[in-house]
C-alpha cells in the first residue's frame, strides 16, 4: 500500500529564510503526488501535484517541490519565507482503490515562520 | 472559496448520539470523499461516493454510515458516538473518480465534539 512520510510535525524558519519540508513515499507503482496547504480554521487546498510530466513542479505562492526516483522523495521548498506562509502542509500520494484514485495524507508538518 | 460547502461548522454532543453532517461539493464535481483529522491519526480517508455510488471505504467504523444523493450532496452519519470520534470531518469534491491526477477540493470542514 502507499503511504508517504512527512519528516518532523513542526518546521521553525525566519522571515526570508529558504524553507524545506520533506515527504517521502512508498510506492509499488509509479506514483501521483502532492502538496496541499491548511490554513487556520481552513479546509486543504492544493499547492502543486507530480504527474510525471517533469520532475520539478511549481506551484502557488512561490512554492516547488522535486520529484527524486531514487529517494523516493518529493520535497517541498521555498527560497524566501514570508509570514503568510505559516500554516500546516501536507504531502499526499493517490493510491487506487475500487477503480477510483483516493489521496492518502502524511501526518503533515506545521510550518513556524518567526519575524 | 473552494466551492464545498460543509455544515454544520461546529457540533458538540453527547456520548451515545447520533449526528449527520451536510456537505455540497463544487457545482459539477461528482466525486465525494470523506475524511476524518484528528491529532491521534491525522488525516484519514473514510469513505467515496461517485454520482450516487460508493466508489471506496477507508478506515470508516460500522457505527459511520454516508450516501450521496440525486443532487449530488453528501451526508455523513455518526452513531453511537464515542469521546473518541471528536474530530474535524472534512468533505472533498473532484469532477470524477477515476483520475489519478485529480484535485481534491475540500470544505471547512465540521468540527464534532463529544462529551
Known amino acids: 500500500a502507499q503511504s508517504v512520510t512527512q519528516l518532523g510535525s513542526h518546521v521553525s524558519v525566519s522571515e526570508g529564510a529558504l524553507v524545506l519540508l520533506r515527504c517521502n513515499y512508498s510506492?509499488?507503482?509509479?506514483?501521483?503526488l502532492f502538496w496541499y496547504v491548511q490554513y487556520p480554521n481552513q479546509g486543504l487546498q492544493l499547492l502543486l501535484k507530480y504527474t510525471s510530466a517533469a520532475t520539478l513542479v511549481k506551484g502557488i505562492n512561490g512554492f516547488e517541490a522535486e520529484f527524486k526516483k531514487s529517494e523516493t522523495s518529493f520535497h517541498l521548498t521555498k527560497p524566501s519565507a514570508h509570514m503568510s506562509d505559516a500554516a500546516e502542509y501536507f504531502c499526499a500520494v493517490s493510491y487506487t482503490s475500487g477503480g477510483s484514485y483516493i489521496p492518502t495524507f502524511g501526518r503533515g508538518t506545521s510550518l513556524i515562520v518567526h519575524p | 472559496d473552494s466551492g464545498v460547502t460543509q455544515t454544520p461548522k461546529h457540533l458538540i454532543t453527547a456520548t451515545g448520539q447520533r449526528v449527520t453532517l451536510r456537505c455540497s461539493p463544487r457545482?459539477?464535481?461528482?466525486?465525494v470523499y470523506w475524511y476524518q483529522q484528528s491529532l491521534d491519526q491525522g488525516l484519514q480517508f473514510l469513505i467515496q461516493y461517485y454520482n450516487g455510488e460508493e466508489r471506496a471505504k477507508g478506515n470508516i467504523l460500522e457505527r459511520f454510515s454516508a450516501q450521496q444523493f440525486p443532487d449530488l450532496h453528501s451526508e455523513l452519519n455518526l452513531s453511537s458516538l464515542e469521546l473518541g470520534d471528536s474530530a474535524l470531518y472534512f468533505c472533498a469534491s473532484s469532477v470524477g473518480g477515476l483520475a489519478p491526477t485529480g484535485e481534491l477540493f475540500f470544505g471547512e470542514g465540521s468540527r464534532l465534539t463529544v462529551l
Open positions: 457545482s459539477g464535481d461528482l466525486s
Open positions: 510506492s509499488s507503482v509509479p506514483p501521483y
